[in-house]
């Protein structure tokens, strides 16, 4: 059986890219193709455990406890969703995964990207995405849209503009990754764009 295709999406706080990633698994769904919608932290049961302690704007967890049990949901995230699937031919889509992990923690956290970097090979089980999409939104924008809302969005924003730097940077870097500029009010627009970047890509 043929590999399915792994589609990560990205994005500071309020980029929408939760939003653009239940479109187009709505839009593959309305196709009829097989296909899986996952998040990290949270998307196992594991998962959401994780979750509730890393966004809980009462815990105060340094970097390296933030790094620790992101790597942590994300063992579970690979071994029950998304190798499994890989395996049936699948298209796995993911708000959130490692770069996340290296914009945060590393870029923004200052933690050593390349003690991250192993970190996220193991808990990835070296498994990389077929396309990356990174929704780029200006971290003054994002942060009015997210402001306490959780503990990530309250970092500040010097915080955020290192996280937006990295993503912006990232997308240069990887041949696979995308950037998609944010359009407030227009969703529709940014899909269609993602949309078509599946199609010449990937074949989809």
Known sequence: MKRGYYIIFEGGEGSGKSTQARLL??????KNVPCVLTKEPGGTKEGKEIRSILINKENILNPLSELFLFEADRVESYLKIVKPNLEQGKIILKDR????TEAH???????NPEIIKELNNLSTFNIN????IIIDISPEEGLKKEEDSNRFAAKGLEYHQKVNQFYRELAEKLDFAILIKYQEGNPQAMQKEIRQHLK???GI
């Open 25 to 30: 698994y709505e839009y593959l769904k309305e």
């Open 105 to 111: 923690q590393g870029a923004a956290g200052k933690i």
């Open 97 to 100: 995964s490692r770069f996340s």
């Open 200 to 202: 010449e890509r990937l």
């Open 129 to 132: 995405p077929d396309l990356l």
